[in-house]
């Protein structure tokens, strides 16, 4: 007759594993899964926050811009009114004594469509105002800005013009509007178009 001993299972001497070991391994696993989350968050929010800063770094460079190109177009806008002030005066003023000088003064401060339609007229205007021995006297009471660019600026005149001939020896005043075109050429404020609305 066999005996067959079976071992029974005595959990007090079963090999178990030391709790030290176990605490160990859980930590080690635990410290395995959060490592690489824990380096994340940070290279996110420094990358959100470089993000952040160069968005808003080109942000406030556009405005500046743009706030520069607009201060550009104003000072345009003042530069070319004063030039055209000063203009408006000479072309409206004559004088049948120093007709050559004045219409000298006329060409240098005209540019384009103007400056030659001028220089074309001048000739016939000379001897007509000389046969009647005409003067003016032109003042500008008023000047807007209609639209102005950095190189292009139409300016808006009303100008008193007083004037006296041989036939009106007493001078009269006339009232006129004129629109001017004003271009930069050079880095001078110059008239390319005059009209009379």
């Known amino acids: 007759m066999t005996v067959t001993t079976e071992k029974k299972h005595?959990?007090?001497?079963?090999?178990?594993?030391?709790a030290a070991e176990v605490d160990v391994e859980e930590t080690a696993d635990e410290t395995a899964d959060e490592q690489p989350r824990g380096r994340r968050w940070p290279r996110v929010l420094i990358g959100s926050a470089i993000s952040i800063f160069i968005a808003a770094l080109a942000g406030s460079g556009f405005l500046g811009w743009q706030l520069w190109q607009e201060r550009q177009v104003d000072l345009?806008?003042?530069?070319?009114?004063?030039?055209?002030?000063?203009?408006?005066q000479v072309l409206t003023s004559i004088d049948a004594n120093k007709v050559d000088e004045n219409f000298a003064q006329v060409l240098d401060g005209s540019t384009g469509e103007f400056k030659d339609m001028y220089s074309q007229s001048s000739m016939q205007l000379r001897q007509l105002l000389i046969d009647n021995k005409a003067s003016a006297h032109g003042v500008?009471?008023?000047?807007?800005?209609q639209s102005a660019?950095?190189?292009?600026?139409?300016?808006?005149?009303?100008?008193?013009?007083?004037?006296?001939?041989?036939?009106?020896?007493?001078?009269?005043?006339?009232?006129?509007?004129?629109?001017?075109?004003m271009e930069n050429v050079d880095g001078h404020?110059?008239?390319?178009?005059?009209e009379l609305p």
């Open 189 to 194: 404020w110059r008239a390319s178009k005059v």
């Open 140 to 145: 500008v009471v008023d000047s807007a800005v």
């Open 149 to 181: 660019s950095k190189d292009t600026v139409v300016v808006l005149l009303f100008v008193d013009q007083s004037v006296s001939n041989t036939s009106v020896p007493d001078p009269r005043v006339d009232r006129s509007r004129i629109k001017m075109t």
């Open 10 to 18: 005595d959990p007090d001497t079963d090999e178990k594993p030391d």
């Open 76 to 88: 345009a806008g003042e530069q070319a009114q004063q030039a055209a002030v000063a203009y408006a």
